[in-house]
């Protein structure tokens, strides 16, 4: 495989397995994709999945993984502590070897209309693929979630790159664009106390002065009755993850609260996460595996 385009959508399903295994399913059945990561979460109710090819069997894997769950997936009875905006939430295109930026935007782009036409779903472009500055955040687009979405359709304010300018009811709509490798990073703290990971989040993320290239949330997982400071680095030569690690467990520590670990969602580059660099953020069940190197050869 000389040419490595990697996508990682994101699904608002993390409770029932079995639908998260029917997607991941319908990625590697398809000829020239090699599945490398699944990742579900039930406090998000949210599931990623990590796979690589060539840019036209990408394309393939992700629009037929997108159909499986808009079968098994209706957004009207979903709620989770992620912020989304439909079923299939977000589509990212990463260019990983052999390839441009310029070609993942395309295959971002052939992807979104492939998908709008498809299933009659708006598709909105965001990152490197955006068509206005104000839709390169993703947060920018989910602010106010479906029902904020909605307003400011009908307002006039934001509108679908492809498809309709309608909602779908039963699946909401879908986000899809092309960006660098992110980090998708959690730190989990022995607390109740939201309040505190959201003080934690303000103070690491980009927006309000923190570390560059960081995004940040502070939520309660109700299933273990702690709080988690849950993160996007953009970056991490600008925002090592040790750095990161430290500034939170410090802020923690001011609190009297100790970290209990931290997670990788998704895959992260072999020269942002080494054995020691795991050991010292007290990454959770660290392997080789995490590592997108480690699927190359």
Request: charge should be neutral; hydrophobic fraction near 40%; aromatic fraction near 6%.
């Given at each position: 495989?000389?040419?490595?385009?990697?996508?990682?959508?994101?699904?608002?399903?993390?409770?029932?397995?079995?639908?998260?295994e029917k997607i991941s399913i319908a990625v590697s059945s398809q000829r020239g994709v090699k599945l490398l990561d699944i990742n579900a979460d039930k406090d998000h109710h949210r599931s990623v999945i990590t796979f690589i090819g060539e840019p036209k069997e990408v394309i393939k894997a992700a629009l037929a993984a997108a159909e499986k769950a808009?079968?098994?997936?209706?957004?009207?009875?979903?709620?989770?502590?992620?912020?989304?905006?439909?079923?299939?939430?977000?589509?990212?295109?990463?260019?990983?070897?052999g390839i441009s930026m310029k070609e993942a935007i395309k295959a971002a782009c052939e992807f979104g209309l492939a998908f709008a036409e498809r299933f009659?779903?708006?598709?909105?472009?965001?990152?490197?693929?955006?068509?206005?500055?104000?839709?390169?955040?993703?947060?920018?687009?989910?602010?106010?979630?479906?029902?904020?979405?909605?307003?400011?359709?009908?307002k006039g304010e934001i509108w679908p790159d492809f498809g309709p300018s309608l909602i779908n009811e039963r699946s909401g709509a879908t986000i899809t664009g092309a960006r660098m490798p992110l980090i998708a990073y959690n730190i989990n703290l022995d607390s109740s106390d939201l309040e505190l990971a959201h003080r934690i989040a303000r103070l690491v993320r980009e927006r309000n002065g923190g570390f560059p290239g960081v995004r940040a949330l502070g939520l309660y997982l109700a299933s273990r009755g702690i709080v988690q400071v849950s993160m996007n680095i953009t970056d991490f030569r600008l925002a090592p993850l040790v750095k990161v690690f430290e500034k939170v467990k410090a802020e923690a520590s001011k609190a009297g609260v100790k970290v209990i670990e931290s997670e990788l969602v998704g895959l992260a580059p072999a020269d942002a996460l080494s054995p020691e660099v795991a050991r010292d953020i007290q990454l959770k069940g660290f392997s080789p595996r995490m590592l997108i190197e480690h699927h190359l050869s």
């Open positions: 495989m000389s040419i490595i385009l990697e996508c990682v959508p994101n699904f608002s399903e993390g409770k029932d397995l079995s639908i998260v808009l079968e098994l997936i209706d957004i009207r009875y979903h709620s989770g502590i992620h912020p989304r905006i439909g079923v299939v939430d977000v589509v990212p295109f990463v260019p990983i070897r009659q779903i708006p598709v909105f472009l965001y990152g490197e693929a955006a068509r206005n500055e104000a839709n390169r955040e993703l947060a920018n687009i989910r602010r106010g979630g479906i029902e904020g979405l909605k307003r400011r359709i009908e």
